[in-house]
């Protein structure tokens, strides 16, 4: 029997929308050699990160020549993320025991919140998987500050305590965007000094 593919979301409501062809759906002929087709294309931007899933609802019909038309429903669940810091520099200013640390600035600045800023002592390699943001605890890492979105430096002097001589600080960075879509970037990749 031919099939109607149709898709149902908000994302096809919001600014730089998805796109679901055939638009508008149609019956297509649907057979052992040839199947159905329906394309979904999204170019993600900024403004869609978001904490929780968009779901996307997938709906099929076909078109019997005798009997009830069947349907069949499928729902994807896509998670849009803020991509993560990158570092520029690093550097130990042993005359006042601080790291002056340096990034680009963020991606998606105009729409994240804060950039948290997050150390621990000694390296642990970590590339996060998809769909993990944030930074997990099993890493190591403690907060030790945060900045705007826009910003692109900060100094850790250690709460002015100064940091310890020979030990190595590594440092991570995590952008946070607000309420109510919430969401959080993946972590960066990690930056040491010495």
């Given at each position: ?5 149709e898709a149902f979301s908000q ?31 999204w170019q993600t931007t900024c ?58 600035r963020y991606f998606c600045a ?85």
């Open positions: 029997d031919s099939v109607k593919i994302v096809f409501i919001l600014p730089s929308p998805a796109r679901f062809t055939p638009d508008p759906p149609r019956f297509q002929t649907s057979n052992p050699s040839r199947d159905a087709v329906g394309t979904f294309r403004d869609h990160v978001k904490d929780q899933p968009y779901q996307i609802v997938f709906k099929i019909t076909d078109n019997p020549r005798t009997g009830p038309r069947l349907v069949e429903f499928k729902t994807w669940n896509v998670r849009v993320v803020g991509p993560a810091p990158k570092w520029k520099s690093a550097q130990l200013n042993l005359a006042t025991r601080s790291a002056n640390l340096e990034w680009n105009n729409n994240a919140q804060r950039i948290e800023v997050y150390r621990r002592v000694d390296s642990f390699p970590f590339t996060p998987p998809e769909c993990v943001t944030g930074i997990p605890d099993f890493l190591g890492y403690s907060k030790i500050g945060e900045t705007s979105a826009t910003a692109t430096t900060f100094v850790d002097t250690n709460l002015r305590r100064g940091l310890a001589p020979g030990a190595q600080y590594c440092y991570r960075l995590v952008a946070f965007f607000p309420q109510p879509r919430g969401g959080e970037s993946y972590v960066s990749a990690e930056i040491c000094v010495p």
